[in-house]
């Protein structure tokens, strides 16, 4: 059935009423999804660049984030992924983290089990790390390096961990705009 009707005196007469309806109708349709998607979604808060966070058994604090190649860092032994150039529109930042066991039963820190959030594109791991897997005593503290490689980009990025536990990066690392 067309827009457009022929009525008995031969005058065109358009169909208004339909061709108002069906985008107001679609327009609607996006509104509703949309509107379902954002009063939906998760929001993750992250703990503020310096802030002390609770993570299991204890705090982490984030003490440093630094770009490699503003200060030449290399950790004390040769590490391959790191003696290769990072990729294009990437750097390489060390992280340090201050991890302190509050709990009786101490802090079960793996410092290999922490991503970076916020990229989009999965969860970069550490490319090194300068603690291994450990479970610190009540009242025990490390001081803890990790190194990865980001988007050059002026971007939120969160360190979080399995159980959920999010240091917000700050974006005073990234060297471009």
């Known amino acids: 059935m067309s827009a457009i009707n022929v009525s008995t005196d031969g005058r065109v007469k358009t169909d208004r009423r339909r061709v108002i309806v069906v985008p107001l109708a679609l327009v609607a349709l996006l509104g509703l999804a949309f509107g379902y998607l954002f009063l939906t979604a998760e929001v993750k808060t992250s703990t503020p660049l310096g802030a002390s966070a609770e993570v299991e ?3 982490a604090s984030i003490t440093g984030v ?3 190649e503003s200060d030449g860092w290399l950790p004390p032994s040769p590490v391959a992924t790191l003696q290769k150039d990072p990729q294009e529109g990437a750097h390489r930042v060390r992280i340090q ?4 066991a509050l709990d009786k039963t101490g802090l079960p820190l793996d410092p290999e ?5 916020g990229l989009g594109s999965g969860m970069p791991g550490p490319l090194w790390t300068s603690s291994s897997s450990t479970t610190l005593a009540q009242g025990e503290s490390v001081n803890t390096t990790m190194v990865f490689e980001l988007p050059d ?5 969160v360190l979080e961990d399995a159980a959920g536990s999010r240091l917000s990066l700050g974006v005073e690392h990234h060297t471009a705009g």
């Open 97 to 100: 983290v201050q991890f302190t």
């Open 57 to 59: 058994g204890g705090v």
């Open 113 to 117: 089990g922490f991503f970076v959030d």
């Open 153 to 157: 980009k002026a971007i939120a990025l």
């Open 66 to 68: 630094i770009p490699l």
